[in-house]
């Protein structure tokens, strides 16, 4: 399974983001129950980059 060309261009989007502010991304990976691209950075934040290539954070 791969990534849509939408979850893509919003990956490289947030990781500049959060590189941009000192913030360590620590993990990257495509759940492949949900197809969303999960980043897990800093202290607690979640990143979820849906099929669509909407961006919920929690």
Not at 5 to 8: K, N, P, R, V
Not at 47 to 50: E, G, L, Q, R, S
């Given at each position: 399974m791969q990534p849509t060309?939408?979850?893509?261009k919003?990956?490289?989007r947030v990781s500049?983001?959060?590189t941009n502010m000192y913030v360590?991304?620590?993990l990257v990976r495509l759940d492949e129950r949900t197809s969303n691209v999960?980043?897990?950075?800093?202290?607690g934040i979640e990143?979820?980059?849906?099929f669509d290539g909407e961006v919920?954070?929690?």
């Open positions: 060309f939408e979850q893509l919003e990956l490289y500049v983001e959060l360590s991304i620590h999960i980043v897990l950075a800093g202290d990143v979820y980059i849906h919920t954070i929690a």
